[in-house]
């Protein structure tokens, strides 16, 4: 499997699309911004392209659109609360470097 979600982002997701009432599962995509260049977006899938590839894990289905696939292959995706703060954490083998913001990345 090219990206893995913990059992915590899971559930995540499950109550997130259980609020919004309606979604396929959760769409994880790039967009170039920041200090290094690329930038991790998530967003809600509501319908899946001919051009996406779909995984399901712990019962949430995830859509990646093929071109980025290489970007993510090998990804875990992980939920974390620290403090008063609760975000996606993002694992993956292939950043070469991470801004100093913390908010881009480099392949």
């Known amino acids: 499997m090219a990206i893995t979600l913990t059992e915590t982002a899971a559930k995540q997701v499950r109550q997130q699309l259980q609020r919004r009432g309606s979604g396929l599962g959760l769409r994880l995509g790039l ?14 899938a509501d319908a899946v ?8 894990q712990h019962g949430v289905s995830v859509v990646v659109n093929r071109d980025i696939l290489p970007l993510l292959e090998g990804m875990s995706l992980d939920y ?15 950043v070469k470097e991470n801004c100093g913001c913390g908010e881009s990345v480099t392949f």
């Open 49 to 56: 392209a001919p051009d996406d590839e779909v995984f399901e």
């Open 31 to 44: 967009k170039r911004t920041g200090c290094s260049g690329w930038s991790y977006v998530v967003d809600y």
């Open 80 to 94: 974390a609360r620290e403090g008063l703060h609760a975000a996606f954490k993002f694992h993956n083998p292939n």
